[in-house]
């Protein structure tokens, strides 16, 4: 599934929706990257996913995301230090070829005619909050206006590519062919009621992959029962398709359960009080007799202000 909505998120980003990549021609890449740092010391930069494109047999790009649920001030820097580890990673990788096969550049590192794949990386916005932040290294940069003449024609600018899923236009979710066309249009309507009831009610709405699909519902809309139901749910799978109807009708049997759990323990909780408060009173044959009488159990509680 991982491919599949990878291939999804490419094709409609990149190519507005043609099917220009396919899961098959996708290879997942280690999150960890290796890199030395000023001192030397080797240090290690993690992103969320990366992805090497390859097609008739040659590698085409390396596609990157990184997922953000909030605002992050520091993103243009941040982003053009996993860009740099990932072409960091290519240079180290033809350094080592070229040593087992006895090849030395010396100053120049690598051979003339050894190029580095493109490095394309994108920033996926799951937050409700408008990204104000900066899109721009030249965002996070304080130039005396004075002096940016002088000083801005010397500076590589870099800007982010960052994709706000809950800004989409229908338009553009309608390009998306995996789950996370659900995702998206999910992050669209969560804050009308009504829309969000029609999407939460869309039998003809379904899901492809449930349990990656409700990880992800749990994770963007803070509701543990997303995960919760994922057993259940696998056993619609078991009998035929899973609908977003299906899952929100398990999503209400999870609240109703709990909503009963909660009432058990708030009920015993005021009974142990009960009895605690007769015991210490000393009125044993009353704590007996209300075990078996509800009614002089709730005159007690009365009493006693429970």
Same mark, same amino acid.
């Given at each position: 599934?991982?491919?599949?909505?990878?291939?999804?998120?490419?094709?409609?980003?990149?190519?507005?929706?043609?099917?220009?990549?396919?899961?098959?021609?996708?290879?997942?890449?280690?999150?960890?990257?290796?890199?030395?740092?000023?001192?030397?010391?080797?240090?290690?930069?993690?992103?969320?996913?990366?992805?090497?494109?390859?097609?008739?047999?040659?590698?085409?790009?390396?596609?990157?995301?990184?997922?953000?649920?909030?605002?992050?001030?520091?993103?243009?820097?941040?982003?053009?230090?996993?860009?740099?580890?990932?072409?960091?990673?290519?240079?180290?990788?033809?350094?080592?070829?070229?040593?087992?096969?006895?090849?030395?550049?010396?100053?120049?590192?690598?051979?003339?005619?050894?190029?580095?794949?493109?490095?394309?990386?994108?920033?996926?916005?799951?937050?409700?909050?408008?990204?104000?932040?900066?899109?721009?290294?030249?965002?996070?940069?304080?130039?005396?206006?004075?002096?940016?003449?002088?000083?801005?024609?010397?500076?590589?600018?870099?800007?982010?590519?960052?994709?706000?899923?809950?800004?989409?236009?229908?338009?553009?979710?309608?390009?998306?062919?995996?789950?996370?066309?659900?995702?998206?249009?999910?992050?669209?309507?969560?804050?009308?009621?009504?829309?969000?009831?029609?999407?939460?009610?869309?039998?003809?709405?379904?899901?492809?992959?449930?349990?990656?699909?409700?990880?992800? $519902?749990?994770? =963007?809309?803070?509701?543990?029962?997303? #995960?919760? @139901?994922?057993?259940? !749910?696998? %056993?619609?799978? /078991? +009998? *035929?398709?899973?609908? $977003?109807?299906? =899952?929100?009708?398990?999503?209400?049997? #999870?609240? @109703?359960?709990?909503? !009963?759990? %909660?009432?058990? /323990? +708030? *009920?015993?909780?005021?009974?142990?009080?009960?009895?605690?408060?007769?015991?210490?009173?000393?009125?044993?044959?009353?704590?007996?007799?209300?075990?078996?009488?509800?009614?002089?159990?709730?005159?007690?509680?009365?009493?006693?202000?429970?």
């Amino acid at each position: 599934n991982l491919f599949i909505v990878f291939a999804d998120i490419i094709n409609v980003n990149m190519y507005d929706g043609k099917e220009v990549v396919s899961p098959k021609d996708l290879e997942l890449l280690p999150s960890e990257m290796i890199f030395r740092d000023i001192d030397g010391a080797l240090g290690q930069r993690n992103q969320d996913v990366r992805m090497l494109i390859r097609q008739a047999g040659m590698e085409m790009a390396v596609v990157c995301t990184e997922n953000q649920s909030g605002i992050c001030n520091t993103m243009p820097v941040r982003d053009m230090g996993y860009i740099y580890c990932n072409y960091n990673e290519q240079i180290r990788r033809i350094k080592c070829e070229n040593r087992e096969k006895n090849r030395n550049f010396f100053a120049k590192e690598i051979g003339d005619k050894q190029k580095l794949v493109p490095v394309i990386s994108f920033i996926l916005y799951y937050g409700e909050e408008e990204w104000k932040s900066p899109l721009s290294l030249m965002d996070m940069l304080d130039i005396p206006d004075d002096k940016k003449d002088l000083i801005e024609p010397f500076i590589q600018n870099h800007h982010i590519h960052i994709i706000i899923l809950s800004g989409q236009d229908g338009e553009t979710r309608k390009k998306y062919k995996s789950d996370f066309r659900n995702i998206v249009d999910y992050l669209a309507c969560k804050n009308n009621r009504g829309k969000l009831e029609a999407y939460m009610r869309d039998a003809s709405r379904k899901i492809e992959h449930p349990e990656e699909f409700l990880d992800l $519902m749990g994770s =963007i809309s803070n509701d543990a029962r997303y #995960r919760k @139901i994922v057993e259940s !749910i696998k %056993k619609h799978k /078991e +009998k *035929g398709e899973v609908s $977003m109807c299906i =899952i929100a009708e398990e999503l209400e049997n #999870r609240g @109703i359960e709990k909503g !009963i759990e %909660k009432g058990m /323990e +708030k *009920g015993m909780g005021r009974i142990n009080l009960l009895n605690a408060k007769l015991i210490d009173d000393k009125r044993t044959e009353e704590l007996i007799r209300s075990a078996k009488d509800a009614v002089l159990q709730r005159k007690l509680m009365k009493e006693y202000g429970i």
